[in-house]
């Protein structure tokens, strides 16, 4: 049975672009962490 052209195409386009979008957000999340974390840290340097 051969795969519609539309279909399937459109499905990994739209998983490709929700794997970017959580890689992204994942990436934000990381840099927001380690950014609180540095300023909670740094009273402590003083």
Do not use: C, N
């Amino acid at each position: 049975m051969p795969i519609e052209s539309g279909d399937g195409g459109d499905a990994v386009l739209v998983w490709l672009v929700v794997e970017e979008l959580l890689l992204l957000s994942a990436k934000t999340t990381v840099t927001i962490f380690s950014f609180l974390r540095q300023l909670s840290l740094f009273p402590l340097i003083k």
